[in-house]
């Protein structure tokens, strides 16, 4: 167990473990970063889109004559321009579905793109935006996803299928499950709805299109994943990929919101196209707000235990809403993304988990946000359901999860949901939070306070995280297969370039990388440039998103940098007159076997395989594919300390520790900036945000007035602590963790608040947890109670 | 505001108002005079990343909620600059994250983020530092829930606040008179 604070690796230690200061900090604090809009090109036009009020409509007609007269308007593109040049519909990452780019004969949801307009200067496009007039004919709304189900308005009559529903989606053992929950003592049943959030990062979407004079298309765009960008691209306008480069900068945040292709994306790209100047488009943020979403679960839950608290079996049933197009950033073979991980830390003999996707008049997306696809949604509903079975079988909730652990002899860990955990030490990551918060002292305050009317709450999460999405037989994007690319070149003088698939939104991958590579070649992590983002430079990798760049990127350097030193063996064998079998990688250096002073470092290598290679291939370079055998899975025990007013249902989060496992640790300041991240962005999903509709499907979450994040002000203080459970199949242990605190922490606020509200007989209350709602279950239960006054 | 736009109102039952399209605008902006002719509509934002050049200054919300194009007007008054037009700078003295560090050298604020890891993505960044900086010229050593009152008008997506507060609270301590002296930056 260590403090993620402390300096806790062993001193021979090079790189790894340690809290070196981000190389890349410089150039954001004065100013200096890169970013999408930071970005102009000589004769650039200026792209705003033009927007549908209505949620459901016929477009019968668009007349851009008005916006045409505005001084340095350029052009109106709609649907039927696209479609003229075969870019209509762009396809969906998992393939699935396809998405409109411009609404075409009808629009589907609320700010869908109806136009895009091309002027000289920003403010003459969001001009023309404005007097572009659209004849809209209202059609029926169906913003619910339980009442497209009923097929009374078929939203997509583009689709073979003449049904709302997308797709069904189950694993599992069905009627084995149905046996067990039949012979439990006790069956838990409840209706949780995981509401529909936005990543919202600070900055927002945004490209600059150009082609060059070969033609060749340069596109800078905010993306999290460059490469699978450019074979989108390839497949939406059938140019080839070698004459599109994608450039993604640096990026202001992303958190799954700069995964998708999005339908402005390809209108930059064909306006530069057909105008045969630079494009430049930038989101506003209401555009941010309403392109993408997350989330949006509404889950049924059946959980068997025996009277001693013994799990006997889960069950799942749940009903998507995918909104208008199902543009799920979930790899194709695996539609629901790692929902199975739903079974979370504990044995179960038995599992089912089923889903049904639908199609409502809502932003598309379901995006992953901070999340590996749908681990958040399931992690939340378990570790939900566990409290709910703790009180009614009147346990404590930790004494519940220790009966049902699985322990850590049994990993790797085959669960029925057809996931092989790899490993772990669940009661001890329990116990270190338990002795860390002081549970035992805790439980009497609240006891005390009980006494007197107060509404105190102690909430947990004892989580399992799956990440690292490879392997490729099982994931991938549009089909390509998740894995990643990494390129190391040593120069003669031992600095070196680092390049990867992957690209950082604000993890610190130019410090990370580096400090992979230089402990396993005993060079300095200061000497080494990190260079993401650029498909003509960086080696195809799938991006970073899903917690996967250290699992998968990670590995890829770790082992291209193995590469890199069998070959600098054989130079040192040259240079030191012996066979390279002789010699051992010993503290940084190539050492004769036995005969100490007879070493050479890798800095001597790097100079000789350039200067005196002897035989050998000149050069130190080594590029790497790696396809990981299995995921990764990090875990976590966290603890929420809340009081709640019983007269405002105000919550008031008194203390919350993380304690992670993510194995390997590289750099623990980084780590620790990442739970904190993640832990907000938890906070705020518990108690804040949420991109709520009407039932005329109105979309009432559309800027940071009206979808709350948190301030400094409200954001609790948070406390975090670390155990290691190192992945025994990846090269350096690493397991990943910027995506635990957020996936982890709703849970453990929600169990809080609910724990302290109990001796009301408040059983469950869907997030956010507004003080307007804590307060509505406050007085319902009073006055429900018999004890009421 | 230039006032050569007065001018007998139309009879009719609205008042119309029609204002110059184009406008001369000076703004001092760190130290050195930027004069251009913009659009009477141009917001500050635009006017310092566009027209002077100085992308450092972010926008994020286009409402005024998320503080990253938070600039300094008149020394040390911290005002989000998609809030304001260009021409309501005009004659004042902005000040934006550009001047902070002088010769290559950081100034404390800029070493304190570093040093405590307060940023991430490092967009909102520079304006979380120059509220840091009207918050530290206000009151020299803020407690805790003072700064955290202080910079809630900033947003930050990554950090989770924690590592910012440490990071005010060490800037606090560097600019502190009994500290080494600071670099001057003007």
Known sequence: MTELKTEHEPPQKLAMGKSMKRKEDPRFLQGKGNYIDDINLKGQLYMALVHSPYPHANILGIDSSAAMDIPGAVAVVTAAE?????????????????????ATGKVLFQYQEVAACYAETREAAYDMAELVDVDYEPLEVVADPFKAMKDDVLLRPDREAKTNHIYNWNVGDSAGTDAALAASDHVVREHITFPRVHAAPLEPCGCVAEFDAMGRLQFYVTSQAPHVYRTALFMVLGIPEDKIRVISPDLGGGFGNKVPVYPGYVCAIAGALVLGRPVKWIET?????????????????????????????????????????????????YPAGMFGIVTGSYQFPHAFANLDAYFTN??????????????????????????????????????????????????????????????????????????????????????????????????????????????SKHFDILGIKMFDGAEIRIHPSGSGIIRTGTKSQGQGHETTWAQIVAEELGLDPQNFLVEEGDTDTAPYGLGTYASRSTPVAGGALALASRKIREKARKIAAHLLEVNEHDLEWKDYAFEVMGIPSKRVTMKEVAFAAYTNPGDNEPGLEATLYYDPPNMVFPHGTYVAVVDVDRETGETKVRRFLAVDDAGTIINPMIVEGQIHGGLTEGFAIAFMQEIAYDEAGNNLATNFTDYLVPTSLESPHWETAATCTPSPHHPIGAKSVGESPNVGSPAAFVNAVIDALSPLGVRHIDMPLTRE???????????????AD | MTGETQRQLP????????????????????????????????????????????????????????????????????????????????????????????????????QAFWDQHGLQCGYCTPGMMMTSLALLGRNPSPSEHEIREGLSGNLCRCTGYNNIVKAVQQAAEMMAPSAAPEVSHD
């Not at chain 1, 696209?82 to 411009?102: C, E």
């Not at chain 1, 804590?774 to 004890?787: F, Q």
Request: charged residues 25%.
């Open chain 1, 362 to 471: 809502k932003q598309p997306g379901g995006v992953a946000y901070r999340c590996s696809f749908r681990v958040t949604e399931a992690s939340y509903l378990i570790e939900r359901a566990m409290d709910i079975l703790a009180d009614d079988l009147g346990m404590d909730p930790t004494e519940l999860r220790r009966k049902n652990f699985i322990r850590k002899d049994q990993f790797p860990y085959q669960t029925p949901l057809n996931f092989v955990y790899d490993s772990g030490d669940y009661e001890h990551t329990m116990d270190v939070a338990l002795e860390k918060i002081g549970y035992q002292d805790l439980l009497k305050e609240q006891a005390e306070k009980r006494e007197r009317g107060e509404l105190m709450g102690i909430g947990f999460s004892t989580f399992t995280e799956v990440t690292g999405a490879g392997p």
């Open chain 1, 82 to 102: 696209l479609a003229a040049h075969g870019v209509g519909w762009l396809p969906t990452f998992h393939g699935l579905d396809k998405q409109m780019v411009l």
């Open chain 1, 285 to 333: 943020r209401t555009e941010n707000m309403t392109s993408s979403f997350a989330r949006d679960y509404h889950m049924d839950i059946e959980l068997g235990a025996s009277k001693d608290g013994t799990l006997t079996a889960l069950k799942v049933n749940t009903v998507a809403d995918h909104g208008a197009f199902d543009a799920a950033a979930d790899p194709s073979k």
């Open chain 2, 11 to 110: 009879d009719t039952d609205f008042a119309v108002v029609e204002a110059p399209t184009t406008l001369s605008v000076s703004v001092r902006i760190n130290g050195k005079v930027v004069t251009r002719d913009v659009e009477a509509r141009t917001l500050l934002v635009h006017f310092i990343r566009e027209e002077a050049g100085l992308t450092g200054t972010h926008v994020g919300c286009d409402s005024s909620s998320c503080g990253v194009c938070t600039v300094l007007i008149d020394g040390d008054v911290p005002v989000k600059s998609c809030t304001m037009f260009a021409v309501m700078a005009h004659g004042r003295d902005v000040r934006t994250v550009e001047s902070l560090a002088v010769g290559g050298k950081l100034h404390p604020i800029q």
């Open chain 1, 773 to 787: 709602k804590v307060w509505a279950a406050i007085r319902t239960a009073e006055n429900e109670s018999p004890a």
